[in-house]
């Protein structure tokens, strides 16, 4: 570790300008621009610096004094395109600072490390093209999602393609998914050597459903990643499944409101950013709930709620088994015991004929079509 130098700081979806947290965002890109000019390192954003749909004059303002802060002290800032990133009076954003680069399609060079950036691509048809035209580096930066570090509703491409395509690789880092991942020898390129793998997260909590912690990463000259911690903003979910539930959250709400009060001490938080954020389910057996709660918290903390469905007696059936010797048990000698063929004959007939048919699927697309013609 003695000869381990510090190369950049990274990190990933600042949402800048974001309105449903504008302030834990501008707090947050403070930090990372204070830690960057502490060890004087560039600073790498994995994409999504800004969130487009919310920019404005004082988001370009804020930005461009961070920015200002980087370049007075001769530090680059890095930056490659995610999803959110726009464009601002016909100039990208990353180039507002005076030392500020995109590095979408682009190699730079930190010491002796090689890294190669990609711009978020709309397909992984699109992506698999742009990494076919890459060049050889030692990391590879992308805003692009992985198939192997998330929900299928986000993946855009596949460590597979990686390996397909490249033998230098040693290390991908990328942003998008909000959720911090580092996984070392995590995945093998096309030589057969270990890649690892790092996802920062987002810099802070742009919607209730993130993780409330947040942080960045250190690069080193051998690839390795020392992590570190963001200050944010006191978190907590409550979940009230009865009027029980409902008297001892509000018995126990000045307790928490001083423990967040210490939160915001302890982490020197600025003022825009002390109050807590509290995500509350409640039961809709609950009468009046947010009323209630909104009553007892008042301007104290910024409230999320989710009504959860009633609570409803648990309903247990019991189906008689027909007294059948030296014959299978089927779903049609059931039947009788779950539908009443005399008081609802129809479903009875449908499932009769459900039963009976070869293919289920065709039958019921077939009936479906024969009530449509009667209807007619």
Request: proline content about 3%.
């Amino acid at each position: 570790m003695g000869n381990t130098i510090q190369l950049a700081v990274v990190a990933a979806d600042s949402h800048l300008g974001c309105r449903r947290t504008l302030d834990d965002g501008y707090f947050a890109f403070q930090q990372l621009v204070d830690a960057a000019i502490k060890i004087q390192r560039p600073l790498i954003i994995l994409g999504d610096l800004v969130d487009a749909r919310s920019q404005g004059p004082e988001t370009a303002a804020f930005l461009s004094d961070q920015l200002r802060r980087m370049s007075d002290e001769d530090l680059m800032t890095f930056t490659i395109e995610g999803n959110h990133d726009g464009i601002m009076s016909s100039r990208k954003w990353s180039e507002l600072g005076r030392k500020t680069r995109s590095f979408g399609g682009k190699k730079i060079t930190l010491g002796d490390v090689e890294i190669y950036g990609i711009d978020y691509q709309n397909s992984r048809d699109q992506f698999k093209e742009a990494l076919s035209n890459a060049p050889k580096a030692d990391v590879l930066a992308t805003h692009t999602a992985w198939q192997e570090t998330l929900p299928a509703h986000y993946v855009m491409t596949s460590m597979a393609d990686l390996a397909d395509v490249t033998e230098s690789y040693k290390l991908v880092m990328s942003g998008h998914i909000h959720e911090f991942c580092y996984a070392e020898k995590y995945y093998r390129n096309a030589s057969g050597a270990l890649i690892d793998y790092y996802s920062p997260g987002a810099t802070h909590q742009t919607r209730v459903s993130e993780p409330s912690k947040a942080g960045y990463g250190i690069l080193n000259n051998d690839l390795s990643i020392t992590l570190k911690s963001l200050r944010t903003r006191y978190y907590r979910e409550f979940i009230l499944n009865n009027e029980d539930d409902m008297t001892k959250f509000l018995d126990g709400l000045q307790g928490v409101l001083d423990e967040a009060a210490q939160h915001a001490m302890d982490h020197k938080l600025p003022k825009t950013i002390k109050q807590p954020r509290f995500r509350i389910a409640y039961s809709a057996d609950i009468e009046d709930a947010e009323r209630r709660i909104n009553r007892y918290l008042d301007t104290y903390a910024l409230l999320s709620y989710k009504q959860l469905a009633p609570h409803r007696p648990e309903v247990t059936t019991t189906v008689q088994l027909p007294d059948v010797v030296g014959e299978a048990i089927t779903l049609k000698m059931m039947l009788p015991e779950v539908v009443n063929q005399k008081k609802d004959s129809k479903r009875f007939d449908l499932a009769t004929m459900l039963l009976d048919a070869s293919d289920p699927e065709v039958a019921l697309e077939q009936w479906k079509q024969n009530i449509l013609q009667e209807g007619n």
